[in-house]
């Protein structure tokens, strides 16, 4: 019976002994754990901060791509259709000269452009190619042209005249289709601001 | 603009390479713009480079493929050549020669300026000073843009100075200002895909509305590559010296330029220079470098990054070599580190911002920064010879020191110099990896910061 009492005292301090290493290894596990948690919290912190930052510079970018990309498209299309109607007016204006009267101050704007022509071109050996419509117009001016000829071919313009050297070398384009399109980037602004654009 | 018709002469006697000899001209100017028909009725544009004894030679801009001698017409137009500019030339994309490419029509011209520009006054320059952020950590934190500043991109072939071209582009910044800011990006003989990637990239990115592109692609005549940084660059004026911006100017690649000049020069069989390169190459460099600045008493400021790929990387090139002389300073692309899969791959210790010193600081990046920048130069040039020496001796040979500097030289690569071409970096992110680099030494290590910067940044790991 004693040596059972002895064992049993024995078991009981064992058993003591554990809980009580147990016990404190449970403490200090829950101490360190607790001490990990809040040494992970200033790190979790700017975990988070550094999330949240990155995902607002995401949506601050993606903000900029759509309001970037829409307003180009906008502005595209306000530039499509402000070509149309600068177009239009452009197609109004060239039918206008096209069937404008050749009388009264014509025949001064084809003298004017003769004298340009020949000054340019520094001869006035010189041979004047026009359209069918203006061929009475510039054969009666250039009477006042020494050494100038009208060529019987007709040329296809609005108006106006191209002059060539009567060697062939050198031509001057003084045609009205000519002038148009030298001027048509002053042309397009002005009746662009008439639109309200560029002002 | 001149609206007065220029005569058109066909007597044509020679076309040899890219050049047109007219004869029998009278009144012809230097540079005078001229439009080449041919016997088809297409029409190319060129300009006058020598006029005298009644011939003229031309330069025409696309070539003179499918030219011939009987049939074509020169029109010598009377006016140089001349780029239209307004606001509306912003969120557009052009070719090399200034024609729109994006299916859109001419702007409406507020001005027709003159490609070749106007020299600056000297005396009217004002010094660049002001910091420009592009959000690459390398650019901000070591080798810094200023507004005004001409910091050419030395690369090779190959490597991705296309693409940090273009993360530059959509990211550039002006930092504590509503001034307004624009890119003008030039492409000058770049791929097809390349030019589409840079144009997809600013469309994407939203940064295109801010941006007018120049495309010049390899399939392009070689010649239009001569005009493309001018017309470029007089938008950039505009912008910046009519409107008030802040211009950043990409242009890439500058020895496509300089190769077209080579062509010319060989066709007028001038004597040839430096790897056959004209002997005005320097001079015609510098007529489109000195054209960044900031001018006083005007609002705007024209900055440059210019890039060129190096032939051979070969630093001692003609091309590299005089652009050096004129721009403030080069960053420089290195061939070890692209390998390595670094980017950007910029070499810190051949690369350097000569106009950095004024545009940082306290009031416009931070009081810290130059010293900062400065000790994580010295302590990645360490680094460097400490590599070198663990080549021959072998890591064990190294001292506790030596392993510290082999550690900030890894950091540096992998955490500094690294960045994703997507990723926009501010300069108090930049300068906070910077001071992450400079804490892994010890601090007796670090002798080029002041103690206050030192006591409120420095971070022991």
């Known amino acids: 019976m004693a040596s059972n009492s002895a064992l049993e005292t024995t078991i009981d301090k064992i058993l003591n002994n554990t809980e009580k290493d147990i016990h404190s290894n449970i403490q200090s596990a829950l101490s360190e754990s607790q001490q990990k948690l809040e040494d992970s919290i200033p790190k979790l912190e700017s975990e988070y901060d550094k999330i949240i930052s990155d995902g607002k510079k995401e949506a601050d970018k993606i903000e900029k791509q759509i309001i970037g990309s829409s307003d180009i498209e906008a502005r595209n299309k306000q530039l499509m259709l402000l070509e149309e109607a600068v177009d239009k007016v452009f197609t109004k204006a060239l039918d206008q000269i096209a069937n404008a009267d050749r009388s009264g101050d014509y025949s001064n704007l084809i003298k004017t452009m003769l004298e340009e022509s020949t000054q340019i071109l520094g001869t006035s050996e010189i041979t004047v190619f026009t359209n069918a419509k203006d061929k009475d117009v510039v054969q009666s001016t250039l009477s006042q042209f020494s050494g100038a000829e009208l060529s019987p071919d007709t040329i296809d313009c609005l108006g106006g005249i191209i002059v060539k050297s009567k060697d062939g070398a050198m031509t001057f384009d003084n045609t009205i289709d000519a002038r148009i399109e030298r001027l048509k980037p002053l042309i397009r602004k002005d009746i662009a601001s008439k639109f309200g654009v560029g002002n | ?461």
């Open chain 2, 1 to 461: 603009m001149t609206t007065e018709g220029g005569v058109q002469y066909s007597k044509i006697a020679e076309i040899k390479g890219p050049l047109v000899v007219v004869d029998d001209v009278e009144n012809a100017a230097f540079d005078e713009l001229v439009e080449i028909e041919t016997t088809e009725g297409e029409r190319r544009l060129g300009k006058v480079l020598e006029v005298g004894n009644g011939k003229a030679i031309v330069q025409v801009f696309e070539g003179t493929t499918g030219l011939s001698i009987s049939g074509t017409k020169a029109k010598f137009v009377g006016k140089v050549m001349e780029m239209a500019v307004s606001k509306e030339v912003l969120g557009r994309v052009f070719d090399g020669l200034g024609r729109p490419k994006d299916g859109l029509p001419d702007p409406i011209a507020d001005k027709f300026i003159d490609i070749n520009g106007e020299p600056m006054n000297p005396e009217q320059r004002e010094y660049p000073k002001d910091f420009i952020q592009t959000g690459v950590s390398v650019i901000d934190g070591l080798m810094t843009l200023v507004r005004g500043q001409k910091l050419p991109i030395f690369s090779g072939s190959g490597m991705s100075h296309n693409l940090l071209a273009a993360q530059i582009a959509r990211q550039a910044s002006v930092v504590g200002t509503t001034d307004d800011f624009a890119v003008v990006f030039a492409a000058i003989g770049v791929q097809y895909s390349e030019a589409e990637y840079f144009r997809r990239s600013l469309e994407e990115s939203g940064a295109l509305k801010r941006s007018v592109l120049f495309l010049n692609t390899a399939d392009d005549p070689a010649i239009e590559r001569i005009i493309t940084p001018r017309v470029a660059l007089t938008v950039a004026e505009y912008l910046a010296f009519e409107l008030g911006m802040h211009v950043l100017v990409v242009i890439t690649d500058m020895t496509n330029y300089a190769e077209a000049l080579r062509e010319i020069s060989a066709a007028r069989e001038e004597v040839p220079g430096r790897k056959g390169y004209p002997g005005y190459l320097y001079t015609d460099l510098s007529t489109l470098y000195e054209r960044a600045g900031k001018l006083n008493g005007r609002k705007g400021s024209v900055t440059q990054v210019p890039i060129l790929s190096m032939p051979s990387d070969d630093i001692t090139h003609p091309i590299p070599d005089l652009t050096g002389y004129i721009t403030e300073g080069q960053i420089v692309v290195g061939r070890d580190l692209f390998r390595q899969g670094v980017y950007p791959p910029i070499n810190i210790l051949m690369s350097l911002s000569r106009l950095m010193k004024d545009g940082i600081g306290e009031g416009s990046t931070r009081a810290d920064h130059s010293e900062v920048a400065n000790q994580v130069y010295d302590a990645y040039s360490r680094s460097q010879e400490v590599r070198a020496l663990a080549g021959i001796v072998g890591k064990a040979g190294l001292t506790e020191i030596d392993l510290k500097y082999m550690d900030v030289g890894d950091t540096f690569e992998k955490e500094f110099l690294t960045q994703a071409t997507d990723e926009n970096r501010t300069i108090e992110e930049t300068l906070t990896l910077l001071w992450k680099i400079v804490s892994k030494l010890p601090k007796n290590e670090i002798t080029k910061i002041k103690d206050k910067y030192v006591e409120q940044y420095y971070k022991e790991e």
